[in-house]
């Protein structure tokens, strides 16, 4: 079935100007900004774009694919496309959004029509194809792994793990791991210890990533290669638990 929106407002959200010039959403629900007040569109090249080096693997391959978690306002969407275009490579972008009203709202601002299913939204053009997988992200990475998807890139770019911490656990990242290449990179915004634990235990190896705005860095991960040593260090002396899918409402209530 093919469905085209006509939803012109966002019920649950407030749209907010960042300090680079470009908008980004704050969700009543979260009570948190989809991106970086410091700046939307900057962050999102530089933890996504730069941070999972997508102009490299471009450069390289006919096509790529590309797995974010959030679609939000579709930044992350819009700038891997406009590189990809760059290099005449063929994207193929899924991302995870348990809100349908954002991805309705994303197409009708730039007048695109979609087909519709009960598990997905899809979007065809000549460069690229854009799934928006709708409901539970945790149950519908299942469905991934079921289709044997396998992606080049992860951004895993969530609402924060005091937000939304069923996103951030061990068990998730394992569930990621599943569904990548050997040579994948998984990029985010975060530099929580408890989070880099997370990733560890789900066999990931990390490293330290970029900063932006206030954050003092972030982090990039592998299946291949080796963790930072530094990062080891201060993980092992870090008191901050573990996050797993028994503990973090704990880790919630904490926040």
Known sequence: ??????????????????????????????????????GARSETKLHYIQGCAVPELAEQKKEIFVLEVGFGTGLGFEETLSTCTGYKCYLHFHSFEIDDELFIYFCKKRNLSFEQTNDFFQVKGESF??????????????????????????????????????????????????????????????????????????????????????????TRATLAGESDQEILDHLQRSPAPELTDNNYHEYVLRG
């Not at 010039?21 to 991106?35: D, I, M, R, V, W």
């Not at 992606?151 to 951030?168: E, G, H, T």
């Open 1 to 38: 079935m093919r469905y085209y929106s006509r939803m012109d407002q966002l019920s649950q959200y407030k749209i907010i100007q960042t300090e680079d010039g470009s908008t980004t959403l704050f969700s009543k629900k979260f009570n948190e900004a989809c991106h970086s007040t410091s």
């Open 129 to 218: 194809q854009l799934t928006c997988w709708r409901g539970d992200a945790r149950q519908s990475i299942k469905k991934i792994k079921q289709d044997n998807l396998k992606f080049d890139c992860v951004y895993q770019d969530a609402f924060s793990p005091k937000r939304n911490a069923i996103l951030w656990t061990t068990e998730w990242f394992k569930d990621l791991g599943q569904v990548v290449t050997p040579e994948a990179i998984l990029s985010t915004y975060s530099s929580s210890s408890s989070i880099r634990k997370s990733l560890l235990c789900a066999g990931w190896k990390v490293r330290k990533g970029e900063k932006f705005g206030p954050k003092r860095s972030s």
